[in-house]
């Protein structure tokens, strides 16, 4: 576990830039973030190939996969912050997700993801002699086991569930200095130049619980697949350290606190319809009626106690052109093209989201390898006090591995 | 990939171009979540304290004399005990001269410590130094025909040494008068030790360990020699025969007080006084200025409403009181700790010093005994951070005399090299003098406070 720690600390540093829902839970990773899906919009996890990998809003899907795959993404996205003619640019880059699974036959078929479900980053500092500095990376990272089998003597039909492990660490530093207008001149030496950080940070589990679930049905047809998920409530367990610094060897005792965020249950349903030879059209939405505010990781200044929330709800259209499988086509042929829109609502009261993106498949050699690429771009708005709105531009990388282990020559 | 890098690089350079981060942008985005950009800092003033307590700590401990300065005498009520462990054996030429010598004399050569007494911050009016000073020289004699005595000898730990002197019984003993005798130039003087103890020696058999105590505490003046780790160390031998000399194989100091003040500290002992300072002169006038305790329950623990950035105790200062003693005539420097929590013990944790440069500049720091004004002001940031954010029940303060001070109107607090030339702040040896602190204990303090705080209300 150690091990694995470390190794999520070292993706932890590559988060995302959305600076809303940052003193929350910060912005969520829809669908693990996987590029494919991305590309077409985040809809398609009712969408049935060979070797469409893991899902985890549908891990029924997984039971219809013949291919061994393994499957990494990459996101780098923009964002431009800005209210009341301010702006604020941060980037950042993300692994979102790393997903392998293994079809086994009539066993059905196992996979594991590692999802960084919800990020936080932002490092920025502000301009003059005493400039503050504002610092947030965090990552609410799950491990999800999945099983998935396709049901006896109904075998268009599928079941799946999986385990939702969660861990992960968030961190907030806000370092300040003087503001001596209140003191006379001659005591200005007394904090000259002295900045002072007021730091916390602290761990991610489930509350008196291992895991959250989710569960799911899934039915494919010769022109239309489709599924039903639902995916279990749960209470996310923040254990925070609050410490004053005065420097990085000069501290205040620091002060413990767990703040508990009641996550709701999430139903989400997709389909997927072939239009003709290799067209697919694709419509997925998702939805949690969020009924508790979440209280801040801050509660400093005047700094809001809670982020409220709202319901939140996502709706996604997509198109995906399969490319030809065979390797001797023309290579233009043989890659998967795919558009898509989606609109969200984000948890974070009165922040809506609508995207659009553009992708596709590049198969490389002959086996089945593919990167996938996905450019997207869109807007967040905002009506709360606080949050501020933001244009993004994202672009993400997925490499994906295709195998036939275990699986016999046919 | 390469048209894939091209892509993305020409995103990112679009996207630059379109957004932009503005100079106030930051500042804008913590104000609409809540955060300030500065923290605002409240100086005010906590006048009439009053220590609950002080307590003056004297450490007698015995102290290995190595590189150290090797002492010999008095100094405000203070004398310095010399003791010495030495050993020797039967084929030694200083064995055959004693044994061959009906007058032989033995001595004990001190070499003065020179590196003090030709510094050009030492008072020149000091020396020359003349004095008929009272001896009292105390012996212990083991004798041993045994070869590996004096390997037994080496096993000793110098701990084991240095706790056997706290109860050190002598076999011998005789007073004498030793005139002291140096000005600028002398590299040693001699101790001319009893004929008893020179007698006692010619019963040695193979092996002997003589253990040397040389006190004067009644000396008008405390003499510096050089200790053990140095090329001029003391030695044990006889007079007019330099063919065998011992050094001691170890040395030490012990302190011995004679002194009734209850509030003095003495220069380059391990003095110290503790302040109690309760709570209660203290954290009231804290929460009266903010109308609420700096602290507030949350969780397992406490949020920070404010804290302590800066505390400066000031004292009241008579530098001329009657017990006042100065070797060297220089302002000599206050350090100050606070007693503070680590690892479920209590700790001194020894305060920074922040520097008030343009008072330092104008009239000196103002952490100094000995030099202009009438009062002493001390920094105690850590342990007012202490009491206010463990809602202690008193603060406790350590107070020591410290470095004689050459620059006091040198900001830098430290020596320093300009120009190719160390510049030297601290003198490096200490003034063994003593300083009254009656007056600044028994007197009313003032405690200024800088605080920050991270309220709405004080933002």
Same mark, same amino acid.
């Given at each position: 576990?150690?091990?694995?720690?470390? *190794?999520?600390?070292?993706?932890?540093?590559?988060? %995302?830039?959305?600076?809303?829902?940052?003193?929350?839970?910060?912005?969520?990773?829809?669908?693990?973030?996987?590029?494919?899906?991305?590309?077409?919009? #985040?809809? $398609?996890?009712?969408?049935?190939?060979?070797?469409?990998?893991?899902?985890?809003?549908?891990?029924?899907?997984l039971a219809f996969d013949k291919?061994?795959? *393994?499957?990494?993404? %990459?996101?780098?996205?923009?964002?431009?912050a800005s209210k009341n003619g301010h702006h604020l640019l941060?980037?950042?880059?993300?692994?979102?997700?790393?997903?392998?699974? %293994?079809?086994?036959?009539?066993?059905?078929?196992?996979?594991? +993801?590692?999802?960084?479900? %919800?990020?936080?980053?932002?490092?920025?500092?502000?301009?003059?002699?005493?400039?503050?500095?504002?610092?947030?990376? $965090?990552?609410? &990272?799950?491990?999800?086991? =999945?099983?998935?089998l396709r049901i006896p003597y109904l075998r268009s039909f599928s079941l799946g569930a999986s385990a939702h492990v969660v861990l992960g660490s968030n961190s907030r530093s806000l370092t300040l200095g003087p503001d001596n207008s209140e003191v006379s001149d001659e005591d200005h030496w007394g904090t000259r130049s002295t900045k002072v950080s007021d730091f916390v940070d602290g761990t991610w589990e489930i509350n008196h619980h291992p895991?959250?679930?989710?569960?799911?049905?899934? #039915?494919?047809?010769?022109?239309?697949? #489709?599924?039903?998920?639902?995916? =279990?409530?749960?209470?996310?367990?923040?254990?925070l350290d609050y410490d004053f610094r005065f420097s990085e060897t000069d501290t205040l005792a620091p002060s413990s606190y767990a703040r508990e965020i009641s996550v709701p249950a999430m139903f989400a349903t997709g389909v997927s319809y072939r239009l003709f030879k290799r067209h697919n059209v694709m419509l997925?939405?998702?939805?949690?009626?969020?009924?508790?505010?979440?209280?801040?990781?801050? $509660?400093?200044?005047?700094?809001?106690?809670?982020?409220?929330?709202?319901?939140?709800?996502?709706?996604?259209?997509?198109?995906?052109?399969?490319?030809?499988?065979?390797? &001797?086509?023309?290579?233009?042929?043989?890659?998967?093209?795919?558009?898509?829109a989606w609109y969200k609502n984000w948890y974070v009261k009165d922040v809506f989201e609508i995207g659009g993106s553009i992708g596709a498949g590049l198969p490389l050699g002959r086996k089945g390898a593919t990167i996938d690429i996905a450019l997207q771009g869109g807007k967040r708005f905002s009506d709360s006090k606080t949050e501020w709105e933001e244009s993004f531009f994202a672009f993400r990388i997925g490499l994906t591995g295709i195998g036939t282990w275990g699986q016999s020559r046919r | 990939m390469k048209k894939l890098g091209l892509l993305f690089a020409f995103a990112v350079l679009m996207t630059s171009c379109i957004f932009d981060s503005d100079d106030a942008g930051v500042g804008s985005w913590l104000s609409s979540h809540g955060m300030p950009e500065n923290y605002k800092v409240h100086v005010f003033n906590i006048d009439n304290i009053k220590p609950s307590s002080v307590e003056l700590g004297l450490n007698t401990e015995p102290r290995l004399i190595d590189s150290m300065e090797f002492y010999l005498g008095q100094s405000g009520g203070v004398s310095y005990d010399m003791y010495m462990d030495i050993a020797f054996s039967e084929g030694d030429a200083f064995v055959k001269n004693l044994n061959s010598s009906d007058s032989a004399v033995t001595a004990v050569s001190l070499f003065w410590f020179w590196k003090l007494y030709n510094n050009k911050n030492f008072p020149a009016d000091s020396l020359p130094i003349k004095e008929s000073m009272n001896v009292n020289v105390s012996w212990k004699i083991d004798f041993s025909d045994k070869k590996k005595f004096l390997d037994s000898l080496a096993k000793v730990k110098d701990s084991v040494w240095l706790e056997s002197l706290k109860d050190w019984k002598p076999d011998g003993s005789a007073d004498t008068v030793v005139e002291m005798s140096f000005e600028k130039g002398d590299s040693s003087t001699v101790i001319y030790l009893p004929s008893a103890l020179t007698e006692a020696l010619k019963k040695m058999t193979y092996a002997v360990r003589l253990q040397l105590k040389i006190s004067a505490p009644k000396a008008e003046h405390l003499y510096r020699f050089f200790g053990?780790? +140095?090329? #001029?160390?003391? *030695?044990?031998?006889?007079?007019?025969?330099?063919s065998a000399v011992h050094p001691p194989y170890r040395a030490a100091n012990v302190l011995e007080y004679d002194d009734d003040c209850g509030n003095c500290l003495h220069g380059g002992t391990r003095d110290s006084l503790v302040l109690s300072i309760p709570a209660e002169q203290i954290l009231p006038a804290i929460q009266n200025f903010y109308n609420s305790y700096p602290l507030e329950n949350k969780g397992e623990g406490y949020d920070v409403r404010q804290t302590v950035m800066l505390a400066q105790l000031t004292m009241a200062r008579d530098d001329g009181a009657a017990n006042n003693t100065s070797e060297f005539g220089l302002p000599i420097q206050v350090v100050v700790g606070s007693f503070v929590d680590s690892a479920d013990t209590e700790i001194r944790k020894m305060e920074s010093y922040r520097l008030n440069k343009d008072l330092i500049l104008e009239d000196g720091h103002q952490n100094l005994v000995y030099h202009d004004g009438d009062s002493l002001s001390l920094q105690i940031t850590g342990g007012l951070r202490e009491l206010v954010n463990k809602e202690k029940d008193s603060l406790r303060i350590v107070v020591k005399l410290g470095y004689p001070f050459l620059q006091e109107k040198d900001s830098t607090y430290a020596d320093y090299v300009s120009d190719g030339d160390t510049n030297y702040v601290f003198m490096g040896y200490f003034d063994h003098g003593r300083y009254d602190f009656s007056k600044a204990v028994e007197s009313p303090m003032s405690l200024k406070l800088w605080m920050s705080s991270k309220r709405k209300e004080e933002n």
């Open positions: 576990m150690k091990k694995l720690a470390a *190794f999520l600390g070292v993706f932890a540093s590559l988060s %995302f830039g959305s600076m809303i829902g940052i003193d929350a839970l910060g912005e969520e990773q829809v669908l693990g973030g996987t590029a494919s899906a991305a590309g077409r919009g #985040y809809a $398609g996890n009712a969408k049935i190939g060979d070797s469409e990998g893991l899902s985890v809003v549908n891990p029924a899907r291919n061994v795959v *393994f499957n990494l993404n %990459f996101a780098l996205e923009m964002d431009a941060s980037n950042g880059m993300s692994i979102p997700s790393f997903n392998i699974s %293994f079809p086994m036959g009539e066993f059905g078929a196992l996979g594991v +993801s590692l999802w960084q479900h %919800f990020s936080t980053s932002m490092s920025e500092k502000s301009s003059g002699d005493n400039a503050a500095k504002i610092e947030y990376k $965090g990552s609410v &990272y799950e491990l999800v086991p =999945t099983y998935a895991a959250y679930y989710a569960a799911a049905l899934q #039915y494919r047809g010769r022109q239309v697949s #489709y599924f039903f998920s639902y995916t =279990t409530g749960y209470t996310l367990k923040n254990s997925d939405l998702q939805w949690r009626a969020w009924d508790e505010d979440i209280e801040n990781i801050g $509660g400093s200044w005047a700094m809001p106690e809670i982020t409220e929330t709202q319901s939140d709800f996502m709706a996604s259209v997509g198109y995906q052109l399969d490319g030809v499988p065979l390797f &001797y086509e023309d290579y233009w042929k043989r890659i998967n093209y795919r558009a898509g | 053990l780790e +140095s090329n #001029y160390k003391p *030695f044990f031998g006889l007079i007019a025969d330099s």
